[in-house]
């Protein structure tokens, strides 16, 4: 069983920023991906950003790509999602997920964290 745990959701003003961190209760990730979604009010759930435990590839959502940057940190089994200059249209509930491809489908991912609110003010 894996369980996944975010932090560092808030409210911040537009321009801001904020990073999330995804706590991975798993030692070994490596043949893990690891994908960030978010869900608006009334909205699907989208995707974000995602990457492979292991090497460097890194994928982005069109809307955000240039302003939030995927990372993780072996040391820690965390993985983070640095969001710059951030937007109105940002505001949503952040999810982090773990799955065996980096996938734009959250159906694609197994496990899943309980979700942080990311609230952005104009």
């Known amino acids: 069983q894996v369980q996944l745990v975010e932090s560092g959701g808030g409210l911040v003003q537009a321009g801001g920023s904020l990073r999330l961190s995804c706590a991975a209760s798993?030692?070994?990730?490596?043949?893990?991906?690891m994908g960030w979604f978010r869900q608006a009010p009334g909205k699907e759930r989208e995707f974000v950003a995602a990457?492979?435990?292991?090497?460097?590839?890194?994928y982005y959502a069109d809307s955000v790509k240039g302003r939030f940057t995927i990372s993780k940190d072996n040391a820690k089994n965390t993985v983070y999602l640095q969001m710059n200059s951030l937007k109105p249209e940002d505001t949503a509930v952040y999810y982090c997920?773990?799955?065996?491809?980096?996938?734009?489908?959250?159906?694609?991912?197994?496990?899943w964290g309980q979700g942080t609110q990311v609230t952005v003010s104009s």
């Open positions: 997920a773990a799955g065996t491809t980096a996938s734009i489908d959250y159906r694609s991912y197994d496990y």
């Open positions: 798993r030692r070994t990730f490596s043949s893990y991906a």
């Open positions: 990457r492979r435990w292991s090497g460097s590839s890194t």
